[in-house]
C-alpha cells in the first residue's frame, strides 16, 4: 500500500539554514492548507531524542558502528511512531536530515555496504520523496554556526577538511540520485533560499502551493 503523505527531507552541512527553510516551508505549506508534520534527526521521538543527546553531546563521541547503530535505532522508532503514521494519514513530513546525512557523515569510517545495512534497519526500506541538499561551502556554513553562540556538538567541532569531505559525499548523493535529491544554493540571503525551494516543490512534486505566494 502506497502511503498518501508526501515526505521530504532537509539535508547539508552544519550551518547551511536547514532549520531556517523547514520552517518557512513549512509556513507555505500551511498557508495553502496542507497538515504538515514538522520533525528532526536524531530525534522526534522521545526515545530518539534521548539517543540525539548521545550522539551529539558526549565529551568522546562513540566509535563509528557503534554510532551507526545508535542512529538505526533513534531512526527506527522516529519512522514507526511519527513518519509512517504522518504519511497515512495524508500529511507532509518535512525532516531536518535523514538517511543522506548519515551516508555522508558515517560514510567517513565504514564501508558503504555495513553503511547501508544499518540504514535499512532504521528505515525498513522508507525512502524520502524528495531531498533537497542546501549546498554551502564548509568554511561559510561552520562560521554561520559559530554566529549562534552556542557549543558546538561533536560534528560541528571536527575539523574542516572532515566537514569539506561531507560535502563531496552529499554531492556524490545529488549527482547518484538527481531525481529525488535537489541541489539548491545556499550561500544567499535565506528568502533566496526559500523562493528556490518553493519553485523546487511545486515543480518536482504534485503538492499544490496555490495560494501561500509561490
Do not use: W
Request: glycine residues 10%; hydrophobic residues 45%; charged residues 25%.
Amino acid at each position: 500500500m502506497i502511503d498518501p503523505g508526501f515526505f521530504i527531507t532537509f539535508e547539508g552541512g552544519e550551518g547551511a539554514g536547514k532549520s531556517t527553510q523547514i520552517r518557512l516551508l513549512a509556513e507555505t505549506l500551511r498557508a495553502a492548507g496542507h497538515e504538515v508534520v514538522l520533525t528532526r534527526e536524531p530525534g522526534g521521538t522521545p526515545l530518539a531524542e534521548a539517543i540525539r543527546g548521545l550522539l551529539l553531546n558526549a565529551g568522546e563521541p562513540p566509535e563509528a558502528m557503534t554510532q551507526a547503530l545508535l542512529f538505526a535505532a533513534a531512526r527506527h522508532d522516529h519512522v514507526s511512531r511519527v513518519i509512517r503514521p504522518a504519511m497515512r494519514a495524508g500529511q507532509i513530513v518535512l525532516c531536518d536530515r535523514f538517511t543522506d546525512s548519515t551516508r555522508a557523515y558515517q560514510g567517513e569510517a565504514l564501508a558503504e555496504d555495513a553503511l547501508e545495512a544499518t540504514i535499512l534497519l532504521g528505515t525498513s526500506g522508507l525512502v524520502p520523496d524528495l531531498t533537497l541538499l542546501l549546498d554551502l561551502p564548509p568554511e561559510a556554513g561552520l562560521g554561520r554556526a559559530r554566529q549562534r553562540g552556542v557549543a558546538g556538538d561533536a560534528f560541528e567541532r571536527a575539523d574542516l577538511g572532515f566537514h569539506a569531505r561531507v560535502r563531496e559525499r552529499f554531492l556524490a548523493l545529488a549527482r547518484r540520485e538527481p531525481d529525488r535529491i535537489l541541489v539548491v544554493d545556499a550561500d544567499r540571503p535565506a528568502e533566496a533560499v526559500a523562493a528556490s525551494i518553493r519553485a523546487l516543490v511545486a515543480a518536482h512534486s504534485a503538492i499544490d502551493l496555490a495560494g501561500a505566494g509561490a
